[in-house]
């Protein structure tokens, strides 16, 4: 490397040995976050209720009127979209970040137990294999602007359209109330759990619903023209995804891979050439024969 190694820990403060280990202990917390917390509380919201829109409605209700229009805000008729295919994408870098984060947290573990037996030949190994991971994990951020920022927005427009069908429904305004007289084919079409937590709080009385029916743009075939940007900038009749989603992956993808997993690799690295410099460890080549240290101790003496 054109680099030289620590000799301490962050080059300033513990051992090689302390750090490496306290580093490695750090990121594997991070990595269980990533792959078990973090799914875990924001999970897919999946595409139920685009489907059920689209097999709950006619054509006649998405299309609308001149303003107030399903297929005027999306562009075309979403309902033309493998809402499986859609999902799919929508998913793409997610998984793929997952599965590195679960090759990562192995390698890191593995890791972990070689700095604690101080196994320079095994660090050597697996350094190396770390080092590799920036590179694949740069991945993450190009399939996510390129692949499933698309199929993201597509997802959430079509989600979108169902609460507001769902609450035309509700109130009673695309058909004389809930008796599926117009535009809508399903009996079963409130029955879908939505992840809007407005929607949700809007049909638990009647005091939420009669409060929830007052927004109108938010309720039936949408107005292109209204301001319908949800808290992250998203705009069902807008293609164009909020710019969090385009910064964050590269943000998130600079500062825990990059960064910090690249850091972590050169001090395991500085580590691996220190204990390789140093007398063999137990677990490698056994304790330097006494004669060997007889040897040593009476030159220096010399």
């Known amino acids: 490397m054109g680099m030289a190694p620590h000799i301490k820990c962050c080059g300033c403060c513990c051992t090689l040995h302390m750090g490496a280990m306290i580093g490695s202990a750090l990121y594997i917390v991070y990595l269980l976050i990533s792959?078990?917390?973090f799914p875990a509380i924001w999970p897919s919201?999946?595409?139920?209720?685009?489907?059920?829109?689209?097999?709950?409605?006619?054509?006649?209700?998405?299309?609308?009127?001149?303003?107030?229009?399903?297929?005027?805000?999306?562009?075309?008729?979403?309902?033309?979209?493998?809402?499986?295919?859609?999902?799919?994408a929508a998913q793409a870098a997610s998984m793929y970040g997952w599965a590195m984060n679960i090759v990562?947290?192995?390698?890191?573990?593995?890791?972990?137990?070689?700095?604690?037996?101080?196994?320079?030949?095994?660090?050597?190994?697996?350094?190396?294999?770390?080092?590799?991971?920036p590179l694949l994990f740069f991945l993450d951020p190009i399939l996510q602007l390129a692949v499933s920022n698309p199929a993201?927005?597509?997802?959430?427009?079509?989600?979108?359209?169902?609460v507001m069908a769902a609450k035309d429904l509700a109130c009673g305004i695309g058909g004389e109330g809930p008796d599926m007289s117009a535009g809508f084919t399903?009996?079963?079409?409130?029955?879908?759990?939505?992840?809007?937590?407005d929607y949700k709080d809007g049909v638990k009385s009647a005091?939420?619903?009669?409060?929830?029916?007052?927004?109108?743009?938010?309720?039936?075939?949408?107005d292109k023209e209204d301001d319908l940007k949800n808290s992250w900038g998203m705009h069902p009749c807008k293609?164009?995804?909020?710019?969090?989603?385009?910064?964050?992956?590269?943000?998130?993808?600079?500062?825990?891979?990059?960064?910090?997993?690249?850091?972590?690799?050169?001090n395991i690295w500085s580590l691996k050439e220190e204990l390789a410099a140093g007398p063999a460890a137990d677990t490698e080549m056994g304790k330097k024969p006494a004669v060997a240290v007889a040897t040593a101790t009476a030159t220096a003496a010399a």
């Open 35 to 37: 792959v078990v917390v």
């Open 104 to 133: 990562t947290l192995l390698l890191v573990i593995v890791t972990m137990v070689l700095i604690v037996k101080k196994h320079a030949k095994g660090l050597n190994i697996t350094w190396k294999l770390l080092a590799v991971m």
């Open 207 to 222: 005091v939420a619903l009669a409060k929830m029916c007052k927004d109108v743009k938010f309720v039936g075939a949408p």
């Open 186 to 197: 399903d009996p079963k079409f409130l029955s879908i759990e939505s992840t809007d937590e």
């Open 239 to 266: 293609d164009t995804p909020a710019m969090m989603m385009f910064v964050m992956p590269f943000l998130w993808y600079f500062v825990f891979y990059l960064g910090l997993l690249s850091y972590l690799v050169f």
């Open 152 to 162: 993201l927005m597509i997802r959430y427009t079509g989600n979108e359209f169902y």
């Open 45 to 88: 919201p999946g595409v139920k209720e685009a489907k059920m829109f689209c097999s709950g409605t006619t054509a006649a209700y998405r299309k609308g009127n001149d303003v107030n229009s399903y297929d005027t805000c999306y562009g075309s008729n979403i309902c033309s979209n493998d809402w499986d295919e859609v999902e799919a």
